[in-house]
Protein backbone atom coordinates (compact mmCIF):
# COMPACT_ATOMS: atom_id res chain seq x y z
CA UNK A 1 0.00 0.00 0.00
CA UNK A 2 1.55 3.41 -1.03
CA UNK A 3 1.48 6.54 1.33
CA UNK A 4 -1.30 8.50 -0.07
CA UNK A 5 -3.47 5.04 1.12
CA UNK A 6 -1.86 4.46 4.19
CA UNK A 7 -3.27 8.00 4.45
CA UNK A 8 -6.45 7.85 3.81
CA UNK A 9 -7.56 4.71 5.74
CA UNK A 10 -6.24 7.04 8.31
CA UNK A 11 -8.24 9.52 8.08
CA UNK A 12 -11.78 6.92 7.73
CA UNK A 13 -10.14 5.54 11.18
CA UNK A 14 -9.81 8.92 13.01
CA UNK A 15 -13.39 9.56 11.84
CA UNK A 16 -14.97 6.39 13.09
CA UNK A 17 -13.13 6.09 16.16
CA UNK A 18 -13.33 9.48 17.19
CA UNK A 19 -16.64 11.52 15.94
CA UNK A 20 -19.08 9.07 15.41
CA UNK A 21 -20.39 8.62 19.49
CA UNK A 22 -19.11 12.15 20.81
CA UNK A 23 -22.17 13.38 22.25
CA UNK A 24 -23.45 9.75 23.59
CA UNK A 25 -21.91 10.48 27.10
CA UNK A 26 -23.26 13.51 28.86
CA UNK A 27 -21.03 15.42 30.92
CA UNK A 28 -20.38 12.95 33.87
CA UNK A 29 -17.01 15.15 35.64
CA UNK A 30 -16.58 18.88 36.72
CA UNK A 31 -13.71 18.92 34.46
CA UNK A 32 -15.63 19.07 31.15
CA UNK A 33 -18.47 21.42 31.83
CA UNK A 34 -16.26 23.78 33.42
CA UNK A 35 -14.67 24.20 30.13
CA UNK A 36 -17.64 24.06 27.94
CA UNK A 37 -19.52 26.93 30.02
CA UNK A 38 -16.68 29.27 29.08
CA UNK A 39 -17.06 28.85 25.34
CA UNK A 40 -21.56 29.32 26.41
CA UNK A 41 -20.61 32.34 28.13
CA UNK A 42 -18.75 33.69 25.19
CA UNK A 43 -21.32 33.33 22.74
CA UNK A 44 -24.39 34.95 25.53
CA UNK A 45 -22.17 37.84 26.43
CA UNK A 46 -20.67 37.97 22.93
CA UNK A 47 -17.15 38.55 25.07
CA UNK A 48 -14.50 36.56 23.77
CA UNK A 49 -11.53 37.55 25.33
CA UNK A 50 -12.61 37.68 28.79
CA UNK A 51 -15.75 36.34 29.58
CA UNK A 52 -17.38 35.62 33.54
CA UNK A 53 -18.92 32.40 33.86
CA UNK A 54 -20.89 30.87 36.97
CA UNK A 55 -21.79 34.57 37.85
CA UNK A 56 -17.82 35.48 39.22
CA UNK A 57 -15.54 33.19 37.48
CA UNK A 58 -12.51 33.92 35.05
CA UNK A 59 -11.31 31.30 32.83
CA UNK A 60 -8.17 29.84 33.95
CA UNK A 61 -6.78 29.28 30.52
CA UNK A 62 -6.31 31.03 27.75
CA UNK A 63 -9.14 31.09 25.15
CA UNK A 64 -8.13 29.09 21.95
CA UNK A 65 -9.67 25.71 23.28
CA UNK A 66 -12.72 27.70 24.03
CA UNK A 67 -12.84 29.70 20.58
CA UNK A 68 -12.86 26.38 18.72
CA UNK A 69 -15.80 25.13 21.43
CA UNK A 70 -17.88 28.73 20.21
CA UNK A 71 -16.59 28.39 16.80
CA UNK A 72 -18.05 24.78 16.26
CA UNK A 73 -21.29 26.22 18.23
CA UNK A 74 -21.69 28.32 16.20
CA UNK A 75 -22.25 26.29 13.08
CA UNK A 76 -24.37 23.56 14.93
CA UNK A 77 -26.18 26.23 16.89
CA UNK A 78 -25.62 25.33 20.70
CA UNK A 79 -23.52 24.35 22.75
CA UNK A 80 -23.97 20.03 23.82
CA UNK A 81 -21.92 17.45 24.59
CA UNK A 82 -20.76 16.82 20.77
CA UNK A 83 -20.01 20.42 19.76
CA UNK A 84 -17.81 20.90 23.03
CA UNK A 85 -15.61 17.78 22.34
CA UNK A 86 -14.89 17.82 18.77
CA UNK A 87 -12.38 20.58 19.27
CA UNK A 88 -10.49 17.50 21.13
CA UNK A 89 -11.20 14.97 18.24
CA UNK A 90 -9.89 17.17 15.71
CA UNK A 91 -6.53 18.36 16.98
CA UNK A 92 -6.10 14.28 17.71
CA UNK A 93 -6.93 13.91 13.87
CA UNK A 94 -4.53 16.45 13.07
CA UNK A 95 -1.37 15.07 15.55
CA UNK A 96 -2.43 11.50 13.70
CA UNK A 97 -2.35 12.24 10.16
CA UNK A 98 0.93 14.72 10.44
CA UNK A 99 2.74 12.50 12.48
CA UNK A 100 2.11 9.53 9.67
CA UNK A 101 3.48 12.20 7.02
CA UNK A 102 6.52 13.10 8.75
CA UNK A 103 7.32 9.48 10.05
CA UNK A 104 6.44 8.21 6.76
CA UNK A 105 9.07 10.44 4.93
CA UNK A 106 11.51 9.86 6.96
CA UNK A 107 11.00 6.08 8.37
CA UNK A 108 9.03 4.48 6.11
CA UNK A 109 5.16 4.66 5.34
CA UNK A 110 4.91 1.19 7.07
CA UNK A 111 6.38 2.05 10.61
CA UNK A 112 4.53 5.41 10.28
CA UNK A 113 1.29 4.15 9.59
CA UNK A 114 1.94 1.44 12.40
CA UNK A 115 2.96 4.36 14.95
CA UNK A 116 0.06 6.36 13.65
CA UNK A 117 -2.42 3.30 14.61
CA UNK A 118 -0.90 3.20 17.88
CA UNK A 119 -1.25 6.77 18.77
CA UNK A 120 -4.63 6.49 18.46
CA UNK A 121 -5.63 3.02 20.40
CA UNK A 122 -3.71 4.10 23.24
CA UNK A 123 -5.86 4.23 26.56
CA UNK A 124 -4.55 8.07 27.87
CA UNK A 125 -4.46 9.81 23.63
CA UNK A 126 -8.13 7.98 23.10
CA UNK A 127 -9.49 9.41 26.83
CA UNK A 128 -8.20 12.98 25.46
CA UNK A 129 -9.43 13.27 22.48
CA UNK A 130 -13.13 13.07 22.98
CA UNK A 131 -12.83 14.99 25.94
CA UNK A 132 -14.14 18.60 26.53
CA UNK A 133 -10.94 19.24 27.61
CA UNK A 134 -7.78 21.80 26.58
CA UNK A 135 -5.12 19.27 26.63
CA UNK A 136 -5.51 17.44 23.30
CA UNK A 137 -5.67 20.55 21.57
CA UNK A 138 -2.70 21.61 23.38
CA UNK A 139 -0.29 18.85 22.63
CA UNK A 140 -1.72 18.58 19.16
CA UNK A 141 -0.35 21.90 18.58
CA UNK A 142 2.83 21.44 20.58
CA UNK A 143 3.26 18.25 18.68
CA UNK A 144 2.64 19.59 15.09
CA UNK A 145 5.17 22.52 15.91
CA UNK A 146 7.89 20.11 16.79
CA UNK A 147 7.41 18.38 13.29
CA UNK A 148 7.88 21.33 11.73
CA UNK A 149 10.66 23.06 13.61
CA UNK A 150 12.65 19.69 12.87
CA UNK A 151 12.10 20.60 9.07
CA UNK A 152 12.60 23.81 9.43
CA UNK A 153 16.42 22.71 10.90
CA UNK A 154 16.24 19.82 7.95
CA UNK A 155 16.62 23.24 5.78
CA UNK A 156 19.56 24.46 7.71
CA UNK A 157 17.64 27.13 9.77
CA UNK A 158 16.56 29.19 6.42
CA UNK A 159 13.19 30.71 6.03
CA UNK A 160 10.28 31.31 8.34
CA UNK A 161 8.71 28.12 10.00
CA UNK A 162 5.08 30.08 9.61
CA UNK A 163 2.92 26.99 10.54
CA UNK A 164 5.32 26.00 13.34
CA UNK A 165 4.57 29.93 14.81
CA UNK A 166 1.31 29.88 14.52
CA UNK A 167 0.55 26.01 16.29
CA UNK A 168 3.17 27.57 19.24
CA UNK A 169 0.96 30.88 19.64
CA UNK A 170 -2.41 28.46 19.14
CA UNK A 171 -0.26 26.20 22.03
CA UNK A 172 0.09 29.49 24.15
CA UNK A 173 -3.48 30.73 23.52
CA UNK A 174 -4.99 27.06 25.06
CA UNK A 175 -2.09 26.70 27.56
CA UNK A 176 -0.05 29.49 28.31
CA UNK A 177 3.61 29.82 27.78
CA UNK A 178 4.48 26.31 28.21
CA UNK A 179 3.18 26.00 24.88
CA UNK A 180 5.70 27.90 23.15
CA UNK A 181 9.15 27.19 25.57
CA UNK A 182 8.67 23.29 25.17
CA UNK A 183 8.73 22.93 21.52
CA UNK A 184 11.25 25.29 21.20
CA UNK A 185 13.81 23.91 23.51
CA UNK A 186 13.51 20.09 21.96
CA UNK A 187 14.91 21.11 18.09
CA UNK A 188 17.22 23.59 19.85
CA UNK A 189 18.98 21.04 21.75
CA UNK A 190 18.56 18.57 18.94
CA UNK A 191 20.52 21.10 16.55
CA UNK A 192 23.08 21.97 18.64
CA UNK A 193 24.10 18.45 19.28
CA UNK A 194 24.17 17.48 16.04
CA UNK A 195 26.68 20.53 15.65
CA UNK A 196 24.95 23.81 14.65
CA UNK A 197 26.69 26.40 16.53
CA UNK A 198 25.15 27.63 19.61
CA UNK A 199 24.87 31.10 19.51
CA UNK A 200 23.10 30.72 15.65
CA UNK A 201 20.71 27.67 17.68
CA UNK A 202 19.88 29.65 20.29
CA UNK A 203 18.90 33.50 18.66
CA UNK A 204 17.59 30.94 16.24
CA UNK A 205 14.93 30.14 18.39
CA UNK A 206 14.54 33.03 20.64
CA UNK A 207 13.44 34.68 17.17
CA UNK A 208 10.61 31.93 16.78
CA UNK A 209 10.08 31.92 20.14
CA UNK A 210 9.12 36.08 20.13
CA UNK A 211 7.58 35.29 17.14
CA UNK A 212 5.36 32.76 18.35
CA UNK A 213 4.73 35.44 21.42
CA UNK A 214 2.47 38.49 18.82
CA UNK A 215 -0.90 36.78 18.97
CA UNK A 216 -0.97 35.72 22.51
CA UNK A 217 0.55 38.58 23.35
CA UNK A 218 -2.39 41.39 21.52
CA UNK A 219 -4.88 38.56 23.64
CA UNK A 220 -3.28 38.75 26.51
CA UNK A 221 -3.61 43.19 26.54
CA UNK A 222 -7.29 42.65 26.07
CA UNK A 223 -7.80 40.81 28.50
CA UNK A 224 -5.86 42.75 31.12
CA UNK A 225 -7.72 45.86 29.80
CA UNK A 226 -10.49 44.02 30.93
CA UNK A 227 -10.01 42.23 34.00
CA UNK A 228 -6.91 43.98 35.25
CA UNK A 229 -4.98 42.68 38.46
CA UNK A 230 -7.51 40.10 38.97
CA UNK A 231 -6.43 38.67 35.55
CA UNK A 232 -2.94 39.31 36.11
CA UNK A 233 -3.24 37.25 39.15
CA UNK A 234 -4.60 34.74 37.69
CA UNK A 235 -1.75 34.47 34.93
CA UNK A 236 0.70 33.84 37.48
CA UNK A 237 -1.12 31.43 39.60
CA UNK A 238 -1.44 29.30 36.59
CA UNK A 239 1.78 29.80 34.48
CA UNK A 240 4.54 31.10 37.10
CA UNK A 241 3.68 29.72 40.46
CA UNK A 242 2.40 26.55 39.42
CA UNK A 243 5.90 25.51 37.63
CA UNK A 244 7.40 27.21 41.40
CA UNK A 245 5.25 24.94 43.32
CA UNK A 246 3.68 28.18 44.97
CA UNK A 247 0.33 28.05 44.20
CA UNK A 248 -2.15 29.23 46.83
CA UNK A 249 -4.47 25.80 46.74
CA UNK A 250 -2.81 22.36 46.12
CA UNK A 251 -2.79 21.35 42.34
CA UNK A 252 -2.53 17.66 41.27
CA UNK A 253 0.49 17.68 43.78
CA UNK A 254 2.24 14.58 43.10
CA UNK A 255 6.11 12.80 43.36
CA UNK A 256 8.32 12.30 40.28
CA UNK A 257 7.76 8.89 39.97
CA UNK A 258 3.88 9.72 39.60
CA UNK A 259 4.81 10.68 35.63
CA UNK A 260 6.43 7.22 35.13
CA UNK A 261 2.83 5.20 36.58
CA UNK A 262 1.09 7.22 34.08
CA UNK A 263 2.89 6.84 31.10
CA UNK A 264 3.16 2.71 31.85
CA UNK A 265 -1.11 2.86 32.71
CA UNK A 266 -1.39 5.29 29.68
CA UNK A 267 -0.19 3.10 27.32
CA UNK A 268 -2.59 0.39 28.14
CA UNK A 269 -2.98 -1.95 26.29
CA UNK A 270 0.27 -1.47 24.39
CA UNK A 271 1.77 -1.72 27.96
CA UNK A 272 1.12 -5.28 28.36
CA UNK A 273 2.54 -5.90 25.10
CA UNK A 274 6.16 -4.87 26.36
CA UNK A 275 5.22 -6.77 29.28
CA UNK A 276 4.79 -10.19 27.46
CA UNK A 277 8.35 -9.56 25.60
CA UNK A 278 10.43 -8.98 28.66
CA UNK A 279 10.09 -12.67 29.12
CA UNK A 280 11.00 -13.44 25.37
CA UNK A 281 13.87 -11.18 24.71
CA UNK A 282 17.40 -13.11 25.70
CA UNK A 283 19.53 -10.96 27.68
CA UNK A 284 23.53 -10.57 28.44
CA UNK A 285 25.55 -9.84 30.98
CA UNK A 286 26.84 -6.17 31.09
CA UNK A 287 30.40 -5.58 30.01
CA UNK A 288 32.84 -2.89 30.75
CA UNK A 289 33.16 -0.14 33.21
CA UNK A 290 30.68 2.97 33.28
CA UNK A 291 33.00 4.58 31.38
CA UNK A 292 32.83 2.38 28.62
CA UNK A 293 29.20 2.11 28.75
CA UNK A 294 28.97 6.26 28.43
CA UNK A 295 31.65 6.07 25.75
CA UNK A 296 29.37 3.33 24.08
CA UNK A 297 26.31 5.37 24.74
CA UNK A 298 27.95 8.57 23.09
CA UNK A 299 28.49 6.93 20.22
CA UNK A 300 25.34 5.55 19.58
CA UNK A 301 23.60 8.65 20.16
CA UNK A 302 26.29 10.01 17.87
CA UNK A 303 25.36 7.60 15.18
CA UNK A 304 21.65 7.43 15.90
CA UNK A 305 19.15 8.39 12.71
CA UNK A 306 17.95 11.93 13.02
CA UNK A 307 14.58 11.36 13.10
CA UNK A 308 15.02 8.81 15.82
CA UNK A 309 17.11 11.06 17.78
CA UNK A 310 14.68 13.85 17.74
CA UNK A 311 12.03 11.71 18.83
CA UNK A 312 14.08 10.59 21.86
CA UNK A 313 14.59 14.11 22.77
CA UNK A 314 11.13 14.90 22.55
CA UNK A 315 10.40 12.28 24.64
CA UNK A 316 13.12 12.76 27.89
CA UNK A 317 13.21 16.60 27.63
CA UNK A 318 9.26 16.88 27.94
CA UNK A 319 8.87 14.13 30.55
CA UNK A 320 12.06 15.63 32.70
CA UNK A 321 10.45 19.26 32.59
CA UNK A 322 7.21 17.79 33.69
CA UNK A 323 8.92 15.98 36.50
CA UNK A 324 9.81 19.38 37.90
CA UNK A 325 7.10 21.01 39.15
CA UNK A 326 4.79 19.83 42.01
CA UNK A 327 1.79 19.91 40.03
CA UNK A 328 1.56 16.35 37.65
CA UNK A 329 -1.09 14.66 35.63
CA UNK A 330 -0.90 12.55 33.34
CA UNK A 331 -2.52 14.51 30.50
CA UNK A 332 0.49 17.29 30.93
CA UNK A 333 2.59 14.17 29.33
CA UNK A 334 0.26 13.88 25.93
CA UNK A 335 2.78 15.33 23.53
CA UNK A 336 5.13 12.50 24.05
CA UNK A 337 2.75 9.92 22.86
CA UNK A 338 3.06 9.76 19.26
CA UNK A 339 7.13 9.77 19.80
CA UNK A 340 6.64 6.93 22.53
CA UNK A 341 4.39 5.63 19.06
CA UNK A 342 6.85 5.70 17.23
CA UNK A 343 9.41 3.65 18.90
CA UNK A 344 6.61 1.32 19.53
CA UNK A 345 6.20 0.67 16.03
CA UNK A 346 9.74 -0.59 15.31
CA UNK A 347 9.74 -2.84 18.46
CA UNK A 348 6.49 -4.35 17.34
CA UNK A 349 7.76 -4.61 13.93
CA UNK A 350 10.89 -6.35 15.84
CA UNK A 351 8.78 -8.60 17.45
CA UNK A 352 7.20 -9.58 14.17
CA UNK A 353 10.31 -10.51 12.91
CA UNK A 354 12.46 -12.25 16.25
CA UNK A 355 9.70 -13.05 17.95
CA UNK A 356 6.62 -13.41 16.45
CA UNK A 357 5.09 -15.61 19.70
CA UNK A 358 5.01 -12.12 21.82
CA UNK A 359 2.18 -11.11 19.38
CA UNK A 360 0.71 -14.14 19.20
CA UNK A 361 0.04 -13.97 23.04
CA UNK A 362 -0.68 -10.35 23.24
CA UNK A 363 -2.94 -10.50 20.02
CA UNK A 364 -5.45 -13.74 22.26
CA UNK A 365 -5.33 -12.14 25.15
CA UNK A 366 -6.93 -8.96 23.49
CA UNK A 367 -8.97 -11.04 21.86
CA UNK A 368 -9.94 -12.97 25.13
CA UNK A 369 -10.91 -9.41 26.28
CA UNK A 370 -13.32 -9.01 23.58
CA UNK A 371 -14.76 -11.95 23.79
CA UNK A 372 -15.31 -11.59 27.75
CA UNK A 373 -16.67 -7.79 27.43
CA UNK A 374 -19.33 -9.23 25.61
CA UNK A 375 -20.12 -12.24 27.82
CA UNK A 376 -20.57 -10.36 31.00
CA UNK A 377 -22.26 -7.60 29.00
CA UNK A 378 -24.58 -10.36 27.72
CA UNK A 379 -25.20 -11.69 31.71
CA UNK A 380 -26.02 -8.53 32.63
CA UNK A 381 -28.64 -8.09 30.02
CA UNK A 382 -30.23 -11.84 31.26
CA UNK A 383 -29.75 -10.34 35.11
CA UNK A 384 -27.59 -13.00 36.18
CA UNK A 385 -25.60 -10.51 37.79
CA UNK A 386 -27.72 -10.14 41.34
CA UNK A 387 -27.76 -6.77 43.19
CA UNK A 388 -26.36 -8.24 46.36
CA UNK A 389 -22.87 -8.73 44.53
CA UNK A 390 -22.29 -4.92 45.47
CA UNK A 391 -21.84 -4.00 49.18
CA UNK A 392 -20.31 -1.12 50.65
CA UNK A 393 -20.83 2.45 50.39
CA UNK A 394 -20.91 2.89 46.87
CA UNK A 395 -23.33 -0.13 46.22
CA UNK A 396 -26.25 1.94 44.97
CA UNK A 397 -24.28 3.35 42.57
CA UNK A 398 -22.57 0.27 40.81
CA UNK A 399 -26.26 -1.12 40.61
CA UNK A 400 -27.49 1.90 39.11
CA UNK A 401 -25.01 1.32 36.68
CA UNK A 402 -25.62 -2.09 35.82
CA UNK A 403 -29.12 -1.36 35.46
CA UNK A 404 -28.46 0.81 33.41
CA UNK A 405 -26.99 -1.77 31.01
CA UNK A 406 -29.36 -4.39 31.62
CA UNK A 407 -32.38 -1.74 31.11
CA UNK A 408 -31.98 0.46 28.02
CA UNK A 409 -33.80 -0.55 24.27
CA UNK A 410 -30.83 -2.25 22.09
CA UNK A 411 -31.24 -1.38 18.63
CA UNK A 412 -29.70 -3.14 15.88
CA UNK A 413 -27.22 -0.32 15.64
CA UNK A 414 -26.01 -1.50 19.45
CA UNK A 415 -26.21 -4.76 18.75
CA UNK A 416 -23.47 -4.28 15.95
CA UNK A 417 -21.58 -2.56 17.83
CA UNK A 418 -21.52 -4.98 20.92
CA UNK A 419 -20.65 -7.91 18.62
CA UNK A 420 -18.02 -6.13 16.60
CA UNK A 421 -14.85 -7.09 19.21
CA UNK A 422 -16.35 -10.57 18.75
CA UNK A 423 -15.76 -10.60 14.84
CA UNK A 424 -12.51 -8.76 15.58
CA UNK A 425 -11.39 -11.33 17.79
CA UNK A 426 -12.54 -14.32 15.07
CA UNK A 427 -10.51 -12.32 12.17
CA UNK A 428 -7.56 -11.70 14.75
CA UNK A 429 -7.63 -15.72 14.95
CA UNK A 430 -7.96 -16.38 11.21
CA UNK A 431 -5.25 -14.38 10.39
CA UNK A 432 -3.07 -15.65 12.95
CA UNK A 433 -3.92 -19.11 11.87
CA UNK A 434 -3.46 -18.56 7.91
CA UNK A 435 -0.52 -16.97 8.08
CA UNK A 436 0.91 -15.08 10.78
CA UNK A 437 4.45 -14.39 9.02
CA UNK A 438 3.72 -10.65 7.93
CA UNK A 439 2.31 -7.45 9.50
CA UNK A 440 -1.18 -8.79 8.71
CA UNK A 441 -0.78 -9.92 12.68
CA UNK A 442 -0.45 -6.49 13.63
CA UNK A 443 -2.68 -4.66 11.77
CA UNK A 444 -4.96 -8.00 13.29
CA UNK A 445 -4.09 -7.40 16.92
CA UNK A 446 -4.95 -3.38 16.64
CA UNK A 447 -7.91 -3.88 15.00
CA UNK A 448 -8.98 -6.07 17.86
CA UNK A 449 -8.40 -2.81 20.22
CA UNK A 450 -10.19 -0.23 18.04
CA UNK A 451 -13.31 -2.29 18.18
CA UNK A 452 -13.01 -2.61 21.83
CA UNK A 453 -13.06 1.06 22.08
CA UNK A 454 -15.62 1.65 19.58
CA UNK A 455 -18.37 -0.88 21.34
CA UNK A 456 -16.81 1.24 25.14
CA UNK A 457 -17.66 4.34 23.46
CA UNK A 458 -21.04 3.45 21.30
CA UNK A 459 -22.20 1.51 24.08
CA UNK A 460 -21.14 0.63 27.29
CA UNK A 461 -19.73 3.85 28.63
CA UNK A 462 -22.35 6.31 27.47
CA UNK A 463 -25.06 3.94 29.30
CA UNK A 464 -22.70 3.99 32.64
CA UNK A 465 -21.30 7.39 32.84
CA UNK A 466 -24.73 8.76 31.98
CA UNK A 467 -26.27 7.06 35.23
CA UNK A 468 -23.55 8.94 36.84
CA UNK A 469 -24.19 12.77 35.36
CA UNK A 470 -25.56 15.84 37.02
CA UNK A 471 -27.72 16.39 34.02
CA UNK A 472 -31.12 14.97 35.04
CA UNK A 473 -30.36 16.93 37.97
CA UNK A 474 -30.04 20.09 36.54
CA UNK A 475 -32.94 19.28 33.77
CA UNK A 476 -35.62 18.83 36.95
CA UNK A 477 -34.24 22.18 38.64
CA UNK A 478 -35.01 23.81 34.86
CA UNK A 479 -38.71 22.33 35.74
CA UNK A 480 -39.03 23.82 39.35
CA UNK A 481 -37.11 27.20 38.15
CA UNK A 482 -37.30 27.53 34.15
CA UNK A 483 -36.24 31.07 33.84
CA UNK A 484 -34.17 33.34 36.11
CA UNK A 485 -30.98 33.74 38.37
CA UNK A 486 -30.87 30.85 40.75
CA UNK A 487 -28.33 30.49 43.66
CA UNK A 488 -25.46 27.91 44.46
CA UNK A 489 -23.84 27.79 48.53
CA UNK A 490 -20.53 26.32 49.30
CA UNK A 491 -18.55 26.62 52.18
CA UNK A 492 -15.44 26.66 49.99
CA UNK A 493 -15.52 30.45 49.23
CA UNK A 494 -12.24 31.59 50.43
CA UNK A 495 -10.47 28.87 48.01
CA UNK A 496 -8.40 30.96 45.10
CA UNK A 497 -9.58 27.83 42.48
CA UNK A 498 -13.59 28.44 43.96
CA UNK A 499 -15.67 25.11 43.27
CA UNK A 500 -19.19 25.66 41.62
CA UNK A 501 -21.84 23.10 40.83
CA UNK A 502 -20.16 23.56 37.21
CA UNK A 503 -22.24 20.61 35.41
CA UNK A 504 -25.91 21.55 36.29
CA UNK A 505 -24.93 25.30 35.59
CA UNK A 506 -24.07 24.29 32.52
CA UNK A 507 -26.75 22.63 31.76
CA UNK A 508 -29.24 25.42 33.22
CA UNK A 509 -27.58 27.54 30.76
CA UNK A 510 -25.19 29.30 33.04
CA UNK A 511 -27.94 31.38 35.48
CA UNK A 512 -26.14 29.78 38.69
CA UNK A 513 -24.46 32.20 40.62
CA UNK A 514 -22.62 31.75 43.98
CA UNK A 515 -25.16 33.02 47.30
CA UNK A 516 -22.44 34.93 48.70
CA UNK A 517 -21.43 37.26 45.71
CA UNK A 518 -24.73 38.64 45.19
CA UNK A 519 -27.85 40.33 46.98
CA UNK A 520 -30.18 37.43 46.61
CA UNK A 521 -33.51 39.85 46.82
CA UNK A 522 -36.13 38.92 48.69
CA UNK A 523 -36.74 35.29 47.60
CA UNK A 524 -35.33 32.73 45.37
CA UNK A 525 -33.63 28.97 44.86
CA UNK A 526 -30.57 28.12 46.51
CA UNK A 527 -28.51 24.53 45.01
CA UNK A 528 -26.45 23.06 47.86
CA UNK A 529 -25.55 19.94 49.38
CA UNK A 530 -27.54 18.51 52.55
CA UNK A 531 -23.99 18.51 53.96
CA UNK A 532 -23.74 22.24 54.05
CA UNK A 533 -26.96 23.39 54.83
CA UNK A 534 -26.16 23.98 58.81
CA UNK A 535 -23.55 26.26 57.24
CA UNK A 536 -26.11 28.26 55.68
CA UNK A 537 -28.30 28.79 58.57
CA UNK A 538 -25.52 29.63 60.82
CA UNK A 539 -24.29 32.44 58.50
CA UNK A 540 -27.78 33.27 57.22
CA UNK A 541 -30.44 31.97 59.41
CA UNK A 542 -31.52 35.53 60.82
CA UNK A 543 -32.19 36.61 57.41
CA UNK A 544 -33.55 33.92 55.74
CA UNK A 545 -35.81 30.60 55.91
CA UNK A 546 -35.51 27.61 53.67
CA UNK A 547 -37.57 25.56 52.45
CA UNK A 548 -36.38 21.99 50.71
CA UNK A 549 -38.23 21.50 47.44
CA UNK A 550 -36.29 19.36 45.28
CA UNK A 551 -34.11 16.40 46.97
CA UNK A 552 -31.90 14.66 43.95
CA UNK A 553 -31.03 11.87 45.54
CA UNK A 554 -27.97 11.49 43.22
CA UNK A 555 -24.53 11.63 44.26
CA UNK A 556 -23.22 14.67 42.39
CA UNK A 557 -20.33 13.87 39.65
CA UNK A 558 -19.11 17.60 40.59
CA UNK A 559 -18.28 17.50 44.16
CA UNK A 560 -20.00 13.76 45.30
CA UNK A 561 -22.56 15.66 47.39
CA UNK A 562 -26.12 14.77 47.24
CA UNK A 563 -27.06 18.06 46.58
CA UNK A 564 -31.02 19.73 47.20
CA UNK A 565 -32.90 22.85 45.89
CA UNK A 566 -34.47 24.88 48.14
CA UNK A 567 -36.89 27.95 48.01
CA UNK A 568 -35.72 31.09 50.31
CA UNK A 569 -37.39 33.93 51.51
CA UNK A 570 -36.39 37.11 53.66
CA UNK A 571 -37.51 36.69 57.37
CA UNK A 572 -38.56 40.33 57.61
CA UNK A 573 -40.69 40.30 54.71
CA UNK A 574 -42.91 37.41 55.96
CA UNK A 575 -43.24 38.68 59.55
CA UNK A 576 -44.81 42.00 57.44
Known amino acids: MDRKKYFWVLVCLCILSLMLFLGQSYFHTRGEPREAVVALSMLQQGNWIL ?41 LTAMVLVGYVFYAKRRGAEVAFLAALITLTNFEVHRAGVACRVDMVLSAMMVIALYQLYKWGERGLRGFPLVGVLCLSAAALTKGPVG ?6 VPAVFLWIRGKGFFRVFFSFLMVAVSACVLPAVWYVAAYAQGGERFLDLVLEENVYRLMGKMSYASHENPAWYNVVTVVAGYVPYTLLVVFSLFALHYRRPAGRLRTWWLRFRTYIRQMDDARLYSLLCIVIIFVFYCIPKSKRSVYLLPIYPFIAYFLAEYIVFLRHRHLNVL ?75 NAADNGIIYACIGVILSIF ?8 PKVLNVKSDKAVAEEVARIVPEGRLYSFRTDVFVENRMHPFTVNFYLGDRMVPFDCFDP ?45 YHFRRLTQSVE
Open 454 to 461: FALDGVYQ
Open 360 to 434: RIFGSVMSGLAVLLLLVFVAVRCDWVPDTLFSGRHAAENIAYMHALSDFPLSVGGVLIVALPVVAAWWYFRVQRI
Open 180 to 185: IVLPCA
Open 521 to 565: GPEGYVFMGDDVVAAFLERYGGTYMLEDVYDSRHRSCDDKRNNHL
Open 51 to 91: PVNNGVELAFKPPFFHWCVAAVSMVAGTVNEYTSRMPSALA
